[in-house]
């Protein structure tokens, strides 16, 4: 396996690059962001992955290892093959990419072109346990993100012992959850003695 290439870099291209090493100008594929630190003529360093086909060797470069490690596990789950990997990491960063598939948010995932909603859940099942744990910073976030949405179990609970019905908490649930959306999207944390009476006055008037 080539695990990294180092030389001057001869030509840019919109998704490739292409690197001399000992003479040999090596074409590289890479990710917008990974193209951008390059310059011609200047000195650089890719880590690499080296994809081997039948009829093809075709080699891959990112700027760190972390990327490479990510693109190289992304492809592990079925249906991800090396373009979809590397299309993924022109989307989000690897740390990006952790937390996308821990909180297993769909919707960051489709934003990636090649990627409907059944294809996301697939790669959030299969990958849960094997990207890694984000960073610090990003753990952050993602438990910030955790908080904010423990309202629902919270506004269920209360409507439960209340005597409603699971069913009719959870449709109360998604009447109020707009309301929850905006406080989220203000980067509030909802309030539950809010959305509780929000809840209650929306089964009120079924």
Not at 55 to 71: I, K, M, N, Q
Not at 97 to 117: N, W
Request: hydrophobic share 50%.
């Amino acid at each position: 396996m080539i695990a990294s290439v180092s030389g001057r870099v001869a030509a840019l291209a919109p998704d490739s690059a292409v690197v001399e090493v000992g003479g040999v100008g090596v074409l590289v594929h890479c990710t917008p962001a990974t193209l951008a630190t390059l310059r011609p003529g200047e000195q650089a360093r890719l880590a690499t992955s080296l994809v081997v086909r039948e009829d093809s060797l075709t080699l891959y470069g990112f700027a760190t290892d972390d990327e490479r490690v990510v693109f190289e596990m992304l492809q592990t789950a079925s249906g991800v093959g090396p373009r979809l990997a590397l299309a993924m990491l022109a989307v989000h960063a690897p740390n990006s990419l952790r937390v996308a598939v821990a909180s297993a948010d769909v919707k960051a995932l489709t934003m990636v072109p090649g990627i409907g909603q059944k294809g996301a859940q697939r790669i959030i099942l299969e990958l849960k346990d094997k990207l890694g744990t984000p960073d610090q910073a990003v753990d952050a976030a993602l438990n910030g993100r955790a908080r904010r949405q423990m309202w629902r179990e919270q506004v269920h609970a209360g409507l439960v012992g209340l005597g409603y019905s699971s069913r009719d908490a959870d449709e109360a649930i998604a009447a109020v959850s707009p309301q929850a959306d905006a406080e989220e999207a203000a980067g509030r944390v909802p309030e539950v003695a809010t959305l509780l009476k929000a809840a209650l006055r929306a089964l009120s008037v079924r």
